[in-house]
């Protein structure tokens, strides 16, 4: 078992793409860490530089105590699992299985087939292992390659998106298992994703990248309740973020523009502060968006576009009059992610199925939205930044002396 | 549709009935051209060539009817057996010489360098060459006065050597310049078979603890075996067919030192005006051939199939 540290790691593939650009992260001993991301955010070179798969540009890689950067692969005490699995067709399970051990290990024949038995058996491929791959199904093939990492029992175990080739159902059973093996061997685990709800579901801590940076590193609830950036607030949740414009009027202590909302003076004053742009984004996850069919205080009316039924409830999509766009007030430089920059405003809200009539969409029937003001957060956008989260902390610093206060 | 289409299952007489269908006709009379031609240029000529070896036959007098006559003259000369050894020697030591040239250079391509693409242009240049061109320079290159083999020899202190002329040295020397000349089909097919090789593969083995030797053993070889085998057959059905390179060398001398079945073929046919020895020894040559692929093709799907 090994801790992994990332001290100040910078890749440059040719001569000027930069791919990971001054990354730093300690991974605990037994930590599972998930390196999130969009495609070409640096997650997969990472990963790579760990294995010894790619060289390090600038800074350093330990596992453990040692510095790995020009120790090979074979070398670094760890094992990995490819998105193609990689077995190796031309062998059977056992072999495939038994490749590593015979190749890093003076274990004797019967040994090694015990220990491959034996992972067999945790990975349920046992009636497979004299089989070859290409007679196996997707999701034989992937416990296969687990296995084939396991049975090493390495100090470190790398993921390169290991689940991305199987169909939906399976994925989310694989997820379960792997955590379930983890959680068994508790061994250090980088596992690389571009699908956020995996990386939610299976880790101790999520790292988010774009363009080779990090942009936060943090407990899933962490990331989901406090994002530091734009980037962050739309990566990370299914369905994304709502992202409004409006600006912040600290007379009226309220926001005016694609919605109106009130806050508290304290509330305000902070974001005033911190705040280096008079328009602002609020971003509002759609669970924290309520709809009602008659007007109520402080609604904002919306148009419903269409009502998408996903089972326990309904996810409604609804249009603003007049709402501005992100990338009218966003910086050039500010990443919002890929989706939020094809698709027209798009904004969604959570309701109870049947709870607005089906004739309601793309009628220009109106129907009335609040917002759940606590869980808003308010972005800068010229620096992408959470300008709230100051605010939100000391909130619940209050919040808890103020409770740790009454037991007095 | 017609109705005359066969149905799963259906007896002989509609299959027939099929065949004879106007649906049928159309088909045939579309592949009645093709047909012809093969019939002219292939079937032909076999069949021409297997009635020939039967008769004693020459250009002077007519026909005589012979029987198995020819194949036993054939089989009781010694220097028949003694130019079916040369031809399985000289087909043997080719293949294996352009197999091993042909890998290591595929292995040496298959890596990123300077200069790579002038470097594959280079060496798949031989390839391009007319074997009679090839024979002609060659000729120079192991002349006795002239050429360079013979220069090295000179300038390292020892003898020179009469590549072409000397019994032992003929058939190795048309060897080197036929290797020489098609190593490079060896080359470019494992050059693309590499190509195809997952990186996956290799990356998971080196994560596993392989070494270079390893990684060739484990990963490179087994991906290059269906490949290997096919070309493998190919090429040896080439060269027990080869005719100008030695032709034009050694024509097949000193004596029969280089002697081979394609030469020896047609020395019968058009120097001893024995056409009908000529023809045996081709149908002889012709099963051994058929022969060797279907044994070796057996072989293939035992090997690879079985994977």
Redesign the interface.
Known sequence: MARILFDEVTKIYGDDTLAVDDFDLEIEDGEFLTLVGPSGSGKSTLLRMVAGLEDITEGSIHIGDTVVNNLPPRSRDIAMVFQSYALYPHLTVRENMAFGLKRSTDLSDPEINDRVEEAAAMMGIEPHLDQKPKHLSGGQRQRVATGRAIVRDPGVFLFDEPLSNLDAKLRKHMRTELQRIQNQLDTTTIYVTHDQEEAMTMSDRIAILNYGELQQVGSPRTVYNEPENVFVAQFIGSPSMNMFVSTLDTDANRFVGDIDVSIDPERASAIAQNATSDELLLGIRPEHVTVHLEAVEESVPASVDIIEPLGSNDLLYFDLEDGTGVEDVIADDVSIGEDEEKDEEEYKVFIQPDSVPIEYEDSGELVYLTFDTEHMHVFDPRTGENIDVETATRTTVDAQTETAGDDD | MSNATPTEGGSIIEEYRYLLSKESVWGWLFLLPTLVALAVVSVFPIIRGILLSFYEYNALRPDVWLGLGNYATIFGLPEFWNVLKNTFVWSFASVVMMAALGLGFALLLDREFKGRSIATTLLLLPWTIPFIAVALNWNLLFDFNLGMFNGILNLLGFERIDWLSRGRYALFSVTLAYVWRNFPFFMITFLAAMKGI?Q??Y?????????RL?LFR??TL?FLQPIGIVTTLLMSLWTLNHFTLIYVMTSGGPGNASMVLPVYIYRQAFRQNDFGLAAAIAVVMLIIMMGYGLVYLRLYQEEVGG?
């Not at chain 2, 990356?203 to 392989?210: H, L």
């Open positions: 997952p996956d593969l990356e998971a083995a080196r994560v596993d603890g392989s070494t390893d484990h990963i087994p994977k």
